[in-house]
C-alpha cells in the first residue's frame, strides 16, 4: 500500500521530500515476466547501489530474480537509469564490503553494530552477515552522476 504512493512521489517533483538514496528500481519477473517496481533506500559501494532485500529482517524473494544478471531500470534523483542487476549470494568475500557500506548507512542495528563497535567487531558482524543475507548489486550501464 505504501510502496505505490512513495513510488508517485519518487516520479515527482515532490521526490525532494525524500533523501536521495530512495529509488524505485523497475524490473521484468524471471518466471512471470511481469513488470514490477520496488521503492527502497539504495548505498553506493564504488560504481555500484547496493540493496539488502528485507534489510535483516524476513527475506522476500524478488531478489531471487537477479541470481542471473539482468537488466532493470532505476530511478534516481529523478533520473531513469539503465542498470544491470545481480544478487550475490554464498560468496562473502564480495558481499562483505558492499554490506560494510550499506550498514554505514542503514539497519546496522540489525545486525549487532552499535556506537560503540570497534572496526573488528564491526567487520566481523559485517562478515557473518556476508554469510546469511543475499546482496543485489546494481551497476548502472554508464557512470553515475552524483549531482
Avoid at 514490477?36 to 534489510?55: N, T
Avoid at 542498470?83 to 560468496?91: L, P
Amino acid at each position: 500500500m505504501i510502496n505505490p504512493v512513495v513510488e508517485l512521489i519518487l516520479r515527482s517533483p515532490f521526490r525532494l521530500l525524500f533523501p536521495n538514496n530512495w529509488v524505485v528500481l523497475s524490473y521484468t519477473g524471471r518466471k512471470t515476466h511481469r513488470k514490477y517496481s520496488l521503492v527502497f533506500h539504495v548505498a553506493q559501494y564504488k560504481d555500484e547501489f547496493v540493496v539488502v532485500p528485507g534489510c535483516f529482517g524476513e527475506l522476500p524473494t524478488w531478489w531471487r530474480n537477479f541470481r542471473k544478471e539482468s537488466p532493470v531500470d532505476l530511478l534516481y534523483k529523478g533520473k531513469s537509469i539503465e542498470c544491470s542487476a545481480r544478487a550475490i549470494e554464498h560468496n562473502e568475500t564480495a558481499a562483505a564490503p558492499r554490506l560494510a557500506e550499506y550498514v554505514r548507512h542503514f539497519h546496522a542495528s540489525s545486525i549487532g553494530i552499535k556506537a560503540d563497535t570497534t572496526e573488528e567487531m564491526f567487520n566481523e558482524l559485517v562478515t557473518k552477515a556476508a554469510k546469511t543475507y543475499p546482496i543485489v548489486a546494481i551497476r548502472p550501464r554508464s557512470s553515475i552522476d552524483n549531482s
